[in-house]
């Protein structure tokens, strides 16, 4: 059993900044793969940006590329969300999830918001 958990949501203005993280605990394997989500009421849930094991290998949405950095701390198996240039349209619940090295991703946060006001 893995848990995740969020932190790191709020409420900024267009063109501001905010960090996520996102702390997992219990049965973690090496070599998994974790990755941002985030969802808007009534809308599907869309991914975001994945990290590697190793840090390595990155992926974006292309409505963030240049805009969000992901890392990881494999020292603490913390994830980070580094979000710029926020946009009204960024407004949505982030969740963190991992998966192992193959795989859909099987372990879910609770989710943190974001409110980007114009």
């Known amino acids: 059993q893995v848990q995740l958990v969020e932190s790191g949501g709020g409420l900024v203005q267009v063109g501001g900044s905010l960090r996520l993280s996102c702390a997992a605990s219990?049965?973690?394997?090496?070599?998994?793969?974790m990755g941002w989500f985030r969802q808007a009421p009534g809308n599907e849930r869309e991914f975001v940006a994945s990290?590697?094991?190793?840090?390595?290998?990155?992926s974006y949405a292309d409505s963030v590329k240049g805009r969000f950095t992901i890392s990881r701390d494999n020292a603490t198996i913390t994830v980070y969300l580094q979000m710029n240039s926020l946009k009204p349209e960024d407004t949505e619940v982030y969740y963190c999830?991992?998966?192992?090295?193959?795989?859909?991703?099987?372990?879910w946060g609770q989710g943190t918001k974001v409110a980007v006001s114009s």
């Open positions: 219990g049965r973690i394997f090496a070599g998994n793969t």
């Open positions: 990290i590697s094991w190793s840090g390595g290998t990155t």
């Open positions: 999830a991992m998966r192992g090295y193959y795989g859909p991703y099987n372990s």
